[in-house]
T-cell receptor, first 112, second 115 residues
Framework: AQTVTQSQPEMSVQEAETVTLSCTYD???????LFWYKQPPSRQMILVIR??????QNATENRFSVNFQKAAKSFSLKISDSQLGDTAMYFC?????????FGQGTRLTINP | ETGVTQSPTHLIKTRGQQVTLRCSSQ?????VSWYQQALGQGPQFIFQ???????GRGNFPPRFSGLQFPNYSSELNVNALELDDSALYLC??????????????FGPGTRLTVL
């Protein structure tokens, strides 16, 4: 069974700083996807970034980028120039055949 | 482009009752998945529907059932409600082809409270 571990329950940084959220996963599958989702207090789960396991190049989406280390089964999210609107729960997720397997989440607070 | 929608937003039921939650998938998406998110936890996979058939199920009892309709909308039914069923229920739709194949896009959720 796949598992996803987020070792940082909470993080807090000042606006405009860079922050990195950690995620590790365990799987025996070779073909899969990894995601970071953001869940603000409004509770809607919003896709932040997507990474295909077969791609060596790390995905980037504007201020968001990942460091994907397939051999180490590590998938961290870097948020550059953090903004107040980035305050949310962040979930790392693994997808194999059908379902998403989520980590426990990291509560990120951006302070003014 | 219309995103994933869910109804109702909030729902309060009593133990033993039955509930139906509804989801309309995003335009162009033909796969729907349902997740249960308890307070302070990550979402847990309930099941997925593709072409009106169940296409995978998580570790949930048979009193959790679902349907998918020809227009790709979906229902989640829960019978004999228990207090532990209180949670946020999330629906996600995904395309089976294209650049973002398999990527799941979520609706705003339905908050179910069982008293």
């Amino acid at each position: 069974a796949q598992t996803v571990t987020q070792s940082q329950p909470e993080m807090s940084v000042q606006e405009a700083e860079t922050v990195t959220l950690s995620c590790t996963y365990d799987t025996s599958e070779s073909n899969y996807y990894l995601f970071w989702y953001k869940q603000p207090p409004s509770r809607q789960m919003i896709l932040v970034i997507r990474q295909e396991a077969y791609k060596q190049q790390n995905a980037t989406e504007n201020r968001f980028s990942v460091n994907f280390q397939k051999a180490a089964k590590s998938f961290s999210l870097k948020i550059s120039d953090s903004q107040l609107g980035d305050t949310a729960m962040y979930f790392c997720a693994f997808q194999g055949a059908q379902k998403l397997v989520f980590g426990q989440g990291t509560r990120l607070t951006i302070n003014p | 482009e219309t995103g994933v929608t869910q109804s109702p937003t909030h729902l309060i039921k009593t133990r033993g009752q039955q509930v139906t939650l509804r989801c309309s998938s995003q335009s162009g998406h033909n796969t729907v998945s349902w997740y249960q998110q308890a307070l302070g936890q990550g979402p847990q996979f309930i099941f997925q529907y593709y072409r009106e058939e169940e296409n995978g199920r998580g570790n949930f009892p048979p009193r959790f059932s679902g349907l998918q309709f020809p227009n790709y909308s979906s229902e989640l039914n829960v019978n004999a409600l228990e207090l532990d069923d209180s949670a946020l229920y999330l629906c996600a739709s995904s395309p089976v082809a294209g650049e973002v194949q398999g990527t799941q896009y979520f609706g705003p959720g339905t908050r179910l409270t069982v008293l």
